[in-house]
């Protein structure tokens, strides 16, 4: 369930997507270039990559669907305890919405480097919030259980920022250096050219 929502949402956003990217990429490099500022590959293809991470979560947050319900629920749980516990509406629901937002948690903290968890919970509130009003008013519903999960997801980010930062502080030398990271993000590149590829349909695996 949750691939098809992903080849639905590259599908129906991919031509913005690249022309997104290619602007992006050229503006940062001349910026780079006339400010003489060394370039780390991999920090900026992480910062690319959260950024278009984040364009397509608000598009498939702000997609109204053609069985969308509008509406609004402010009482806490009554939505997630809709759903059977363990059905595939009620993972593609609760940990949707959670899984959604470990990532903007994770890339909003390593962006502020906070030393709380309160800037991360501030701002995934606050735009969780603004999300569920913007939807309110495109047809879709409010649901205070979508913005709990969401600052659940957000808070998880967080914490995964806090670990990963632990851990890298504690390995080899040689792991730390940037070359490491820059051949990881070549690979991660390939990867995600060949399913992007495959979904669009210019190849077939």
């Known amino acids: 369930m949750f691939l098809n929502t992903i080849k639905a949402i590259l599908n129906?956003?991919?031509?913005?997507?690249?022309?997104?990217?290619?602007?992006?990429?050229?503006v940062r490099f001349f910026y780079l270039r006339n400010r003489h500022e060394k370039v780390s590959f991999y920090k900026e293809f992480l910062m690319i990559l959260s950024i278009c991470y984040i364009f397509l979560l608000f598009q498939l947050l702000t997609k109204v669907e053609m069985n969308s319900n509008s509406g609004y629920?402010?009482?806490p749980f009554e939505e997630i305890f809709r759903y059977e516990v363990g059905s595939r509406l009620f993972i593609y629901n609760v940990f949707g919405n959670?899984?959604?937002?470990?990532?903007?948690g994770l890339i909003i903290?390593?962006?502020?480097?906070?030393?709380t968890v309160f800037p991360p919970f501030v701002i995934s509130l606050l735009v969780s919030i603004t999300v569920e009003f913007v939807q309110l008013n495109i047809g879709r519903s409010f649901d205070v259980d979508d913005v709990i999960l969401n600052v659940v997801g957000g808070i998880?980010?967080?914490?995964?920022?806090?670990?990963?930062?632990?851990?890298?502080?504690?390995?080899?030398?040689?792991?730390q250096k940037?070359?490491?990271y820059n051949f990881l993000c070549v690979i991660i590149i390939i990867i995600m050219a060949l399913y992007i590829l495959n979904v669009i349909g210019v190849l077939k695996f």
């Open 12 to 26: 129906d956003n991919w031509p913005i997507l690249v022309i997104f990217v290619i602007t992006l990429v050229l």
């Open 73 to 75: 629920n402010i009482i």
């Open 98 to 104: 959670i899984m959604a937002f470990v990532l903007f």
């Open 109 to 115: 903290s390593c962006y502020i480097k906070p030393k």
């Open 156 to 175: 998880i980010g967080f914490l995964l920022y806090i670990g990963f930062s632990a851990i890298r502080k504690h390995l080899p030398k040689v792991f």
């Open 178 to 180: 940037d070359g490491i």
